[in-house]
């Protein structure tokens, strides 16, 4: 059984909403939206990435809003990265497609989050490195014998 945190209240709204692992239908939205964007984004080649200065900036730009195990960063604004994408994992999402769907949301993020926090080649770089680690060990956690793509 996949992990669930327990539901929240929201102070302001008074909405209850989960923090860990979205129910499936938007997992699979996600799958989806990263499959239709990778078909019309240009996904850099991983020869043109650097996955080191992605994990830099990753860290320095997003980790205080973002949870990623990878980078050791625990923000609790924004989605945690690992959460959020260990069931694509299971169901075999291509590390490209992640890629897409990362530099999607840097360059059309929702509020509170801002568009355009990276650009150019950092946006890439974070794009691939997410892409390469999020969801990872907790995919192999809950159906061993799962890898990356």
Do not use: E, W
Not at 88 to 116: N, T, Y
């Amino acid at each position: 059984m996949l992990p669930r945190a327990s539901p929240t209240r929201s102070a302001k709204a008074g909405i209850s909403h989960s923090r860990a692992t979205p129910p499936p239908s938007v997992r699979r939205s996600a799958a989806a939206r990263a499959s239709r964007s990778a078909a019309g984004a240009a996904v850099p080649s991983a020869a043109t990435v650097d996955t080191a200065k992605g994990k830099q900036l990753f860290t320095a730009t997003c980790g205080s809003c973002h949870a990623l195990a990878d980078a050791g960063t625990t923000g609790k604004i924004g989605p945690d990265l690992d959460s959020a994408y260990f069931g694509d994992r299971i169901i075999g999402m291509k590390d490209s497609s992640f890629a897409a769907l990362v530099r999607q949301q840097i360059d059309l993020a929702d509020p509170p989050m801002p568009r355009h926090l990276l650009k150019g080649q950092d946006a890439d770089d974070v794009a691939a490195y997410v892409a390469k680690v999020a969801g990872v060990k907790m995919a192999q956690q809950y159906n061993p014998g799962s890898s990356p793509p």
